[in-house]
Every structure is written in structure tokens, then in C-alpha cells.
């Protein structure tokens, strides 16, 4: 039962992070307007994603537009893009096969290969969780090189928006989840232990005492004495 329940705290945990790639893919506010200098009282905040583009006012218009060429978009946002949805991928990929080999499941039950398969499970969660690192680690980067760059205007300052914050988070929960995975069916596979075949182990032949073979030696002289003769007579 304990195992058990470190797997699905592993596999909660992973879930977890699961939705906040998810999230974190879609949403906007990877970078939005630094307010800094002059910038600190304005009517406008820009904020910029994988996908889009938003602009909200003080009015309280929140408007959005999405990147109409990808092949116009800079290297490093096409990359970003490509590494997030791969994790996203991975991370469902890691669901479907963790499910298969948690002990709670039915599938696959009683095989020999049901904790390979649960290992499995935690190693690409924990690939997912490091490729979505990547990216969020990279932009965050380029957000602070920006911000503290004194040649930069302070209008095209950015900072860290939420999207990075939840990436992050994301990133970890799948990277701890996949490791407890891992590390549950581990320490199950070596609380196995082997014991040795009872058809192979063979009785030790039990000592016969002089007295039973006596018993028999009497026994037939009294039998042959029952035909009416005696064997001292032939002496």
C-alpha cells in the first residue's frame, strides 16, 4: 500500500505539471512592458507570447492578435515554440504509460515488465519537465539581459510575466513527480525476495537402527517355525 501511494503522488504531481505546461504554452504574458523611467504611469501594457500578441488599456479593452507568419517570428520564439509543445507531447506520452504500470491499475496486472513500464513512465516525465525548462530558462534570461542593458530604451524594457513563473513551476512538479515515480518502483523491485524452489531441495535418508533388521531376522525364523518344524532339529 505505501508503494502505491507514492506512485500516485508521483503521478499527481506530474498531472500537475502537465496542466501547467499546458497553461503555460498558451497563455500570453511570457514578456510584458517593463514600468520603469518615464514608462511608470501609462494607459498601455503590452504583454507577448508563443502565439500571440496582447495590448490592454486602462479602459479596460483587452485585445489580442496572433503571429500571422511563423516563419517571420525570430529564431529563438520558433524554438521556444517547438520545445513547449514537445514537452506538452511528452507529458501526455508519460500519462498514458504510467498509468499502464502503476500497481492501482488494472492494465498489465501481474506482469513481470508492469514496474519497467512505470519507470518509464517517470523517465519521460522527467524529460518533459527538462525540455520545458529549456525554454523557460532562455527567455527569462533574455528578459533580464534586456532589462538591465543601459544602451535598451526604457519603452522596450520587458519583464518576467506569469507564464514564465508557471513554467517553472511546471517544470519542477514534472521533474519531482517523475522522480518519485522512478523511485517507488525501484525500492519495490528490491523488496523482492527470491526463494529457493522446494522440488529442488531433497530429505536427507533416514539411519535405520541394527534392531529393525534384527526384528526382521526373528521374524522370518518364527515363520518358518510355524510349518511344524524347528531349525535346531536340523543342527
Not at 508503494?3 to 503555460?24: D, E, H, K, N, R
Not at 523611467?37 to 496572433?66: D, F, P, R
Request: a positive charge; glycine letters at 8%; hydrophobic letters at 45%.
Amino acid at each position: 500500500m505505501a508503494g502505491m501511494a507514492v506512485q500516485l503522488l508521483g503521478f499527481l504531481l506530474s498531472l500537475l505539471g502537465l496542466a501547467g505546461t499546458i497553461t503555460a504554452t498558451i497563455l500570453p504574458h511570457w514578456w510584458k512592458t517593463a514600468h520603469v523611467g518615464t514608462n511608470i504611469i501609462t494607459a498601455v501594457a503590452y504583454m507577448k507570447g508563443l502565439w500571440m500578441e496582447c495590448v490592454w488599456h486602462s479602459t479596460g479593452i483587452y485585445q489580442c492578435q496572433l503571429h500571422r507568419s511563423p516563419l517571420a517570428l525570430p529564431r529563438d520564439l520558433q524554438a521556444a515554440r517547438a520545445l513547449m509543445v514537445i514537452s506538452c507531447v511528452l507529458s501526455v506520452l508519460a500519462c498514458l504509460v504510467s498509468a499502464i504500470g502503476m500497481k492501482c491499475t488494472q492494465c498489465a496486472k501481474g506482469s513481470s515488465v508492469k514496474n519497467v513500464i512505470a519507470i518509464m513512465g517517470g523517465i519521460l516525465f522527467i524529460l518533459a519537465g527538462l525540455i520545458c525548462l529549456i525554454p523557460i530558462s532562455w527567455s527569462t534570461s533574455d528578459v533580464v539581459t534586456d532589462f538591465y542593458n543601459p544602451m535598451l530604451p526604457n519603452g522596450m524594457k520587458y519583464e518576467i510575466g506569469q507564464a514564465l513563473y508557471i513554467g517553472f513551476a511546471s517544470a519542477s512538479l514534472d521533474i519531482i513527480g517523475g522522480a518519485i515515480l522512478c523511485a517507488s518502483c525501484q525500492r519495490t523491485r528490491s523488496n523482492i525476495v527470491h526463494y529457493p524452489h522446494s522440488r529442488n531441495t531433497r530429505a536427507a535418508p533416514s539411519y535405520r537402527p541394527p534392531t529393525v533388521f534384527k526384528a526382521n531376522h526373528t521374524s522370518s525364523l518364527t515363520s518358518a517355525s510355524h510349518s511344524g518344524y524347528r531349525l535346531n532339529d536340523y543342527v
